[in-house]
């Protein structure tokens, strides 16, 4: 993504607006909402599963699935509301496009690669971190339940009030991505000298900013080790500063920062209220320096109401 700029850039910034940006994801909740519950429920049918599994196979297979629904869908255009697809062949018939079938593709992997990696690791952290905190579980858990408590029925789906009512669960997905430190490197290119502290770092060279450090700096979070969501009380919540670039900074921000909230806050809507879970193995963190689960995460999810019914069958 880094290497993307100029037209290119703008292309990739229109595309992830197009797909994630606030009236799509508002029209997406519904559609985010059954795809957590349906992964829960799934989950909860096996003995464990493992939560961040390893990606490996990426980019070949699905390039090919990717460049084959292309195809598809320029032979049968889609009969439903449009969707991403109709997008790319929208903007590749038009007669000033920069697109080329293979750069579209290029773009699209992109997005998808930068929005699956870093969502899995980010759900999987908080799963993580609950597990390990059982107050702020605790706390989590009254948010959601009041949420059904204030519903007419508690089955309808989730609405954008309820999302952007949850105060703790904002807390908590920020304080998740303060530690996960997802994003170890943020690379910028000196493109004029630059003078900082007596030194002069010349043009042309590279600098890392490093987002842990930033993170874990005790003399903006205290104890900066404890997952602590309340720190954030008080404190906004929204975009990046000196001291929060889990979702990176300026022209460069994260494209898709609400996205992966709307997934991350209805995934743990949907765990907290319906599931228990407890680790089976593995959850060990190693970083090199890219965040990794070498022996992976082993969780073992159940449905809330079949405790109450073993527990009602041993009594
Ligand atoms: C918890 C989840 C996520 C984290 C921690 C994260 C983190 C980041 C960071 C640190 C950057 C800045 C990179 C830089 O400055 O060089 C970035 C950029 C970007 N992210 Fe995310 N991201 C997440 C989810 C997503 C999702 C769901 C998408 C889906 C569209 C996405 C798409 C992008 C794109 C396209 C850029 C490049 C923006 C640009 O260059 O203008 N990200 N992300």
Redesign the pocket.
């Known amino acids: 993504?880094?290497a993307?700029h100029g037209i290119l850039?703008k292309c990739?910034?229109n595309m992830?607006l197009n797909?994630?940006g606030p009236e799509s994801l508002k029209k997406m909740l519904p559609e985010v909402e059954q795809a957590a519950c349906r992964n829960l429920k799934r989950w909860s049918s096996h003995e464990s599963v493992e939560l961040k599994e390893a990606s490996a196979s990426g980019r070949k297979k699905a390039m090919r699935m990717l460049k084959n629904q292309l195809k598809e869908r320029r032979e049968k255009p889609s009969e439903q509301q449009s969707d991403f697809f109709d997008y790319v062949l929208e903007e590749l018939e038009r007669a000033d496009t920069i697109l080329t079938e293979e750069i579209a593709l290029d773009l699209m992997f992109?997005?998808l690669f930068?929005?699956f990696e870093?969502?899995s690791l980010?759900i999987t952290m908080a799963t993580k971190f609950l597990l390990e905190n059982p107050l702020a579980l605790k706390e989590l858990a009254e948010e959601h339940e009041e949420i059904l408590r204030r519903r007419e029925n508690s089955d309808s789906g989730f609405t954008w009030k309820e999302y952007k009512s949850m105060k703790f669960t904002f807390q908590l997905i920020n304080e998740t991505?303060r530690m996960a430190n997802?994003?170890p490197g943020?690379?910028r290119k000196i493109l004029e000298d630059i003078k900082f502290q007596g030194y002069t770092i010349p043009a042309g060279w590279f600098v890392m900013v490093c987002p842990p450090a930033v993170h874990l700096n005790p003399a903006k979070y205290k104890d900066p080790l404890q997952f602590n969501p309340k720190r954030w009380e008080g404190m906004e919540l929204t975009g990046a500063s000196k001291h929060f670039?889990?979702?990176?900074g300026g022209?460069?921000?994260?494209?898709?920062?609400d996205?992966?909230k709307v997934q991350m806050a209805v995934f743990l809507h949907c765990l907290v209220t319906k599931y228990r879970w407890k680790t089976i193995k593995g959850g060990e963190i190693v970083r090199t320096p890219g965040l990794t689960f070498p022996n992976g995460f082993h969780v073992q999810f159940s449905e809330k109401n079949e405790f109450k019914q073993d527990a009602a069958v041993k009594k």
């Open positions: 993504m880094g993307l850039h990739l910034k992830a797909l994630f992109v997005l930068a929005s870093t969502t980010a991505v997802i994003a943020i690379f670039m889990a979702f990176g022209m460069r921000f994260c494209l898709g920062t996205f992966a």
